[in-house]
């Protein structure tokens, strides 16, 4: 049983590029969490997600950041002309109900 | 004042000791409770996960809740050089699902 896939794990970008990070719940789990994790900081929220719906965005700003959870295919979190600011690593995790969250490895975003 | 706070760290002891991990929080509306560990680039692991009140008890890891005093804990018994992580607790309201997290404590655990 897999576990929350994410990829790449790694990405650079250089500064007003964009970034799509990818997330693929385990099986079974209809429910989607990004989170970012910035150096000596801890992990806060920025969006959670259901199949095709937002349920909570009050943790994305306001500009350049935009995340998806289609009906077929993983979940995206897009960044639009990605600023230094930007590079951080974004966790996903994903929940059969609301209940426990399993995170994924992690992308590792790097803005140059 | 923030709404989840943990004892920065980081945190040292040896092979076979006790470890407690704390965490204090502000937002009376929080009800379920979590530890995750977190290796060096890693991702979080779910260690445990409590609902309002009590101890529970898995292994050597022991999670307490107190919400008259809004605190949480970890306990650590007979801590091995493998448990050397980011401890980090989580905590949320019953009808919102997004995790408060502390900023994490570092423990080594020395052989």
């Known amino acids: 049983n897999a576990g929350v896939m994410q990829n790449p794990r790694h990405l650079v970008r250089r500064r007003g590029q964009e970034a799509r990070l990818r997330c693929s719940p385990m099986k079974g789990h209809s429910h989607v969490y990004w989170y970012r994790q910035l150096p000596e900081e801890g992990l806060k929220f920025m969006v959670y997600?259901?199949?095709?719906?937002?349920?909570?965005e009050s943790g994305m700003p306001k500009e350049r950041f935009s995340a998806e959870f289609p009906k077929e295919g993983p979940s995206i979190l897009r960044i639009q002309q990605v600023v230094r600011g930007d590079s951080a690593a974004y966790f996903c995790?994903?929940?059969?109900?609301?209940?426990?969250?399993?995170f994924g490895p992690g992308t590792r975003l790097t803005v140059l | 004042q923030k709404e989840v706070e943990q004892d920065p760290g980081p945190l040292s002891v040896p092979e076979g000791a006790i470890v407690s991990l704390n965490c204090t929080y502000s937002n009376s509306a929080f009800q379920y409770f979590m530890w995750y560990r977190q290796y060096s680039r890693k991702g979080p692991e779910l260690l445990m996960y409590?609902?309002?009140?009590g101890n529970k008890e898995d292994g050597r890891f022991t999670a307490q809740v107190d919400k008259s005093s809004k605190y949480i804990s970890l306990f650590i018994r007979d801590s091995q050089p493998s448990d050397s992580a980011t401890y980090l607790c989580a905590m949320r309201g019953g009808a919102n699902s997004k995790l408060t997290f502390g900023k994490g404590i570092t423990l080594s655990v020395r052989p």
């Open positions: 997600l259901q199949k095709e719906n937002i349920i909570d």
């Open positions: 409590t609902y309002s009140s």
């Open positions: 995790a994903s929940s059969p109900s609301s209940n426990e969250q399993f």
